[in-house]
Nanobody, 119 residues
Framework: QVQLVESGGGLVQPGGSLRLSCAASGSIFSIYDMGWYRQAPGKQRELVAAITSGGSTNYAGSVKGRFTISRDNAKNTVYLQMNSLKPEDTADYYC?????????????WGQGTQVTVSS
């Protein structure tokens, strides 16, 4: 079991920056692939950025070059640095932890943090 707690959301003006944090507890953080997802009102949840246990990263095309995902295994925390924010980045952002155990994929979610980009 992994417990995930997100923080860092809020209201920011277009062009501004925010850094989201996701603190994990309950298991060995370093073995998990971590991801940030977002869900805007009326839309499906989508992957924003992911980082594997080995440190490889992947980004949605809409955020590439603006967002950076990173992890600090010593602090059991994954971050999402969001720069040049746009109104279309407004959504609830969720942290995700996943790992394979044999043929079973275990997935855990945080409760989400709201990001609003508006002037």
């Amino acid at each position: 079991q992994v417990q995930l707690v997100e923080s860092g959301g809020g209201l920011v003006q277009p062009g501004g920056s925010l850094r989201l944090s996701c603190a994990a507890s309950g298991s060995i953080f370093s073995i998990y692939d971590m991801g940030w997802y977002r869900q805007a009102p009326g839309k499906q949840r989508e992957l924003v950025a992911a980082i594997t246990s080995g440190g490889s990263t992947n980004y949605a095309g809409s955020v590439k070059g603006r967002f950076t995902i990173s992890r600090d295994n010593a602090k059991n925390t994954v971050y999402l640095q969001m720069n040049s924010l746009k109104p279309e980045d407004t959504a609830d952002y969720y942290c995700n932890a996943a790992r394979w155990v044999g043929a079973t994929r275990y997935v855990y979610w945080g409760q989400g943090t709201q990001v609003t980009v508006s002037s």
